[in-house]
């Protein structure tokens, strides 16, 4: 079975940092690009953090406006993991965060991917 796993999700308070880890199973995943988007009740699903194969064992990083310079994307050397580093955290941040896998362009959408983990809470408040 294919499938993402996320954990790490939690209640933190403005200023805090937290980390969110996805796993990926059932298939290899080293050649997908791998994301994290995040939704909030009523919203679309919002790009995070994406990260691209680039052939080999190289990776690339983009990130949505929100979150640049606070976020941090990471990928396992197997390629079939991600983490998502936050600092800095504000209560806007606050959403359901969701880890994707897929083979389209444009990486942004989440229309390009294919596989999704179940989603993980994160909630910023004091």
């Known amino acids: 079975q294919v499938q993402l796993v996320e954990s790490g999700g939690g209640l933190v308070q403005p200023g805090d940092s937290l980390r969110l880890s996805c796993v990926g199973s059932?298939?290899?995943?080293?050649?997908?690009?791998m994301a994290w988007f995040r939704q909030v009740p009523g919203k679309e699903r919002e790009f995070v953090a994406a990260s691209t194969w680039g052939g080999r064992k190289t990776y690339y990083r983009y990130y949505g406006d929100s979150v640049t310079g606070r976020f941090t994307i990471s990928r396992a050397n197997t390629g079939n993991a991600i983490d998502l580093r936050m600092d800095s955290l504000k209560p806007e941040d606050t959403a359901v965060y969701y880890c994707?896998?897929?083979?389209?362009?444009?990486?942004?959408?989440?229309?390009?991917?294919?596989?999704w983990g179940q989603g993980t809470q994160v909630t910023v408040s004091s």
């Open positions: 994707a896998a897929g083979l389209r362009r444009p990486f942004e959408i989440d229309r390009s991917y294919d596989i």
């Open positions: 059932g298939q290899t995943f080293s050649t997908y690009v």
